[in-house]
């Protein structure tokens, strides 16, 4: 029996960008550049490593995002995924992690799966949520925060490191899983991977496909709600010691004056 991996990837705006809210308070997306998740890409390795130890294993990346975030699935695909499913739906503008989590679980038992792979966290709205709410959505048993993970007989074990101790967990499939960056570093996408990535195949699917009602997510469905936001200040040019025989003592006296010493 085939393994059917599905790894669940965000697209986000690029945190080098400069990002705003939009009038209705979410975050704007419109031309800002963006990119695959980069705690996505933990997801990817492990899922691309348990399919290498696997006798037949099939790996679908899944996006909930903007045209655009075709472009995460692209990454993913030249990483090594066999296929992309994109769902893109105007109506889901403004959806917040509960909404994202009722797509996600929709697509996922639409598209089939013994395993899902996801990120610790997103790295724009990094609330850390969605893989539960997926798992609890689904009602399969979900194994979060992995730094090691691997599937055997129907099991999945992997190990999650505390402050104090680290735990060794494992759960029967289905299930939902999520590792963390410190999982092992992602593989860079190979010329070959990027080339053949262009051929693979990506699913495009809307909330109709999914049977969800437009009130049920967006900004009509969301049970968070953004009240305000204010532009951080600009970054001040900070004060510069320059050292002429008293540097050591300034910057005490400057740490001093912070409270930081
Ligand atoms: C600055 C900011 C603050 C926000 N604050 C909140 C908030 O307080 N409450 C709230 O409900 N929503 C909030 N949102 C919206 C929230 O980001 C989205 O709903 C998002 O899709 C899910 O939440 P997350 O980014 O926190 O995901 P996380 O729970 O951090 O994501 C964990 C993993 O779930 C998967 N995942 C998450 N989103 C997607 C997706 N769209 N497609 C595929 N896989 C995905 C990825 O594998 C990711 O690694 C915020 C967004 C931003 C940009």
């Known amino acids: 029996m085939s393994l059917r991996i599905v790894v ?3 697209y986000v705006p690029d945190a080098t960008g400069d990002r705003h809210f939009a009038d209705d308070l979410t975050v704007d997306r419109d031309d800002v ?10 997801a990817v390795e492990q899922a691309l490593q348990i399919a290498d130890e696997a006798d ?35 109506d889901l503008h403004g959806t917040d992690a509960i909404g994202t989590s009722l797509v996600l679980a929709k697509a996922i038992e639409k598209a089939g799966y013994d395993l899902v792979i996801s990120g610790m966290a997103s790295t724009d709205g990094t609330g850390g949520i969605v893989p539960a709410l997926v798992a609890e959505r689904l009602g399969v048993p979900q194994v979060t925060l992995l730094s090691e993970v691997s599937v055997e007989d129907g099991t999945v074990k992997g190990r999650r490191d505390g ?39 990506v699913q495009s699917w809307d909330l109709s496909d999914l049977d969800i009602e437009a009130e049920e997510v967006g900004l009509e469905g969301a049970y968070t709600v953004v009240d305000s936001a204010t532009e951080r200040p600009a970054r001040t040019a900070g004060t510069i010691v320059k050292d002429e025989g008293e540097g050591g003592k300034q910057l005490a006296e400057f740490l001093a004056g912070q409270k930081f010493i």
Request: glycine share 6%.
């Open 56 to 90: 037949d294993a099939e790996i679908t990346v899944l996006t909930v995002g903007p045209e655009d975030a075709k472009d995460a699935l692209r990454k993913a695909l030249s990483m090594g995924a066999d296929k992309a499913i994109h769902v893109e739906d105007d």
């Open 163 to 201: 402050d104090a101790a680290s735990e060794q967990l494992e759960a029967s499939l289905p299930a939902v899983v999520s590792v963390t960056d410190q999982s092992g570093e992602a593989r860079y996408p190979s010329f070959k991977g990027i080339m053949a990535a262009k051929k693979k195949p």
């Open 33 to 42: 550049d963006g990119l695959l998740s980069e705690l996505d890409e933990y």
């Open 8 to 10: 669940t990837v965000k």
